[in-house]
Antibody, heavy 120, light 105 residues
């Protein structure tokens, strides 16, 4: 059974870079059938798609975050990662990683999420 | 940019009620719309994909439909475990709808 697990610091200082990893177990991140992506939910707000990566390294980002986001994949570790630069308090959120079907674009497997707080 | 307008933002309903949630796209789109259920403290759960296909393991009281730029999620008979927030999303490179909170009446 495929599982995703987010990891990374729970507290990041303003203006610094938020870095999270998502470890995939029970399946290969190099499958041609899926994208791998990040979604977040700020406190009291709705879901926001951050971006996706394909195993080839092709990336797709939310235009509103594109200038600050980098998603990368490490097939040797079966992991993909998120970096969000120049964070502010507005980036405080629950961050989820998820698997996305390549053909129908739905997210069918999600990590449990990890809370990131931006504060000095 | 394509925008998804989800309505209502909240609905109060009783167990056994039929609940309908709508997402309207700002322009003609494909059928690659998905619906998710999100409960506090849990990861979102896929309910419907490709507008009307039921995800494996999801109860049949959930259904999805599409008509032009309007997409609908219907819960035919609301159960206690269905109280949650529901989101639509067109494909997965686009914004989610604003969410609909289904609350107990």
């Amino acid at each position: 059974q495929l599982q995703l697990q987010e990891s990374g610091p729970g507290l990041v200082k303003p203006s610094e870079t938020l870095s999270l990893s998502c470890t995939v177990s029970g399946g290969s991140i190099s499958s041609s059938s899926y994208y791998w992506g990040w979604i977040r939910q700020p406190p009291g707000k709705g879901l926001e798609w951050i971006g996706n990566i394909y195993y080839t390294g092709s990336t797709y980002y939310n235009p509103s975050l594109k200038s600050r986001v980098t998603i990368s994949v490490d097939s040797s570790k079966n992991q993909f990662s998120l970096k969000l630069s120049s964070v502010t308090a507005a980036d405080t959120a629950m961050y989820y990683c998820a698997r996305t079907d390549y053909s129908y674009y739905y997210m069918d497997v999600w990590g449990k999420g990890t809370t990131v707080t931006v504060s000095s | 940019d394509i925008q998804m307008t989800q309505s209502p933002s909240s609905v109060s309903a009783s167990v056994g009620d039929r609940v309908t949630i709508t997402c309207r796209a700002s322009q003609g789109i494909s059928r690659w719309l998905a619906w998710y259920q999100h409960k506090p403290g849990k990861a979102p759960k896929l309910l419907i994909y490709a507008a009307s296909s039921l995800q494996s393991g999801v109860p049949s009281r959930f259904s999805g439909s599409a008509s032009g730029t309007d997409f609908t999620l219907t819960i035919s008979s609301l159960q206690p475990e269905d109280f949650a927030t529901y989101y639509c999303q067109l494909a997965n490179r686009f914004p989610f709808g604003g969410g609909t909170k289904v609350e107990i009446k």
